[in-house]
């Protein structure tokens, strides 16, 4: 089989991947205030495991792949892991979502692993408040880290959700950190996952964004990827907008992910999760975890239900699942 198709006909051809539970920040939107409760080590997957499945899905029709977690960067022989990704031949595109606090002291190492692209995230270009927001990060390292990676040749997209009361002020901040550093900054709202304090005080609808960035900028529609709408602006800009609740993009995804305890889950907002890690530990042919990812894909929910309830979900935990 090469094509994964979903039930409603959308072909799956992403796979996100989440190597580690782990993060060296603790962003307040990501962590609910009792804290989080790690899976112990020997329940995550091993790298070996990681990359039996990527070879599976790909061998299903997934043709790109995202690392995340946690914080990717955290986890010990994450080079080599890198390595041996890009070393899957009918795999188009590999790619690694950092918080960048490491990225500086492993771009190099990374990059000549095979990594081409990665997108940071940034949600201030202030020290003070993006420790805040952070729980401790330190901007510079970050920002080193985007011009390591920049100099070596590496694409670079920049994430930052936005927040009302955090950083709303620094909207046309970003759009010329965008201009600067030549590369894409995309506005992401604000989630309700794991019971993260989300609410509607602290959202900011990505139109109110977009309007506020077009009394200053022209605007040019581009192509986008499905999940982003992305504009070009003057001087080298790039905007990009994921608005997941004001304007859900259910019908284009295109994703399922594969948690760091080894489930494969087909919708970021819904709990509907497939156990591979037994099936990778009792010496399971490849068929029969193919058969679970295709279940996983036929599972996939049309719309997910707490998008259109806009209310918190206490059960999915990001770092868990892989943002
Ligand atoms: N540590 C890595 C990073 O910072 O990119 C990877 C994991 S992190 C969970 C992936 C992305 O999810 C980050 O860009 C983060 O800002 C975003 N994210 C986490 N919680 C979110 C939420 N509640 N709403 C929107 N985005 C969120």
Redesign the pocket.
């Given at each position: 089989m090469k094509n994964l198709i979903d039930k409603y006909g959308r072909k799956i051809e992403y796979l996100r991947i989440?190597v580690t539970d782990r993060?060296n920040?603790s962003?307040l939107?990501?962590i609910p205030p009792e804290g989080i409760k790690l899976v112990p080590k020997e329940k995550l997957l091993t790298f070996e495991e990681i990359l039996r499945v990527a070879k599976i899905t790909v061998g299903l029709g997934v043709q790109k792949i995202k690392l995340?977690?946690?914080?990717?960067?955290v986890r010990k022989g994450i080079v080599e892991l890198i390595r041996k990704l890009s070393e899957i031949p009918e795999l188009e595109d590999l790619s690694l979502?950092?918080?960048?606090i490491l990225l500086s002291s492993l771009s190099e190492k990374l990059f000549q692993a095979g990594l081409k692209r990665v997108?940071?995230?940034v949600?201030s270009l202030q020290p003070d408040r993006f420790r805040e927001i952070t729980g401790g990060g330190e901007l510079s390292k970050v920002l080193l880290g985007i011009d390591k990676a920049q100099n070596l040749g590496m694409k670079v997209k920049v994430?930052?959700?936005s927040l009302r009361g955090f950083n709303d002020p620094e909207i046309l901040d970003f759009v010329q950190f965008s201009q600067i550093k030549k590369l894409e900054v995309r506005f992401?709202?604000?989630?309700?996952?794991?019971g993260?304090g989300?609410n509607q005080k602290l959202f900011i609808p990505l139109n109110e964004a977009k309007e506020i960035i077009a009394k200053s900028y022209t605007l040019k529609l581009t192509d986008g990827n499905g999940v982003a709408t992305v504009y070009e602006i003057e001087n080298g800009g790039r905007i990009g907008f994921i608005p997941?609740l004001s304007e859900p993009f259910c019908s284009g995804c295109s994703r399922i992910r594969l948690t760091s305890w080894g489930g494969i889950r087909p919708c970021l907002f819904s709990n509907i999760e497939y156990r591979i890690l037994p099936l990778l530990r009792d010496g399971s042919p490849d068929e029969k975890i193919a058969e679970v990812i295709i279940k996983a894909v036929q599972s996939k929910p049309e719309y997910n239900p707490y998008l259109a309830q806009k209310t918190e979900t206490k059960e999915i935990l990001?770092?868990n699942v892989?943002?």
């Open positions: 989440s993060c920040l962003c939107y990501c995340t977690g946690g914080e990717p960067l979502t950092t918080n960048g997108n940071v995230s949600d994430n930052t959700v992401i709202e604000f989630m309700p996952l794991c993260n989300w997941t990001m770092r892989g943002g």
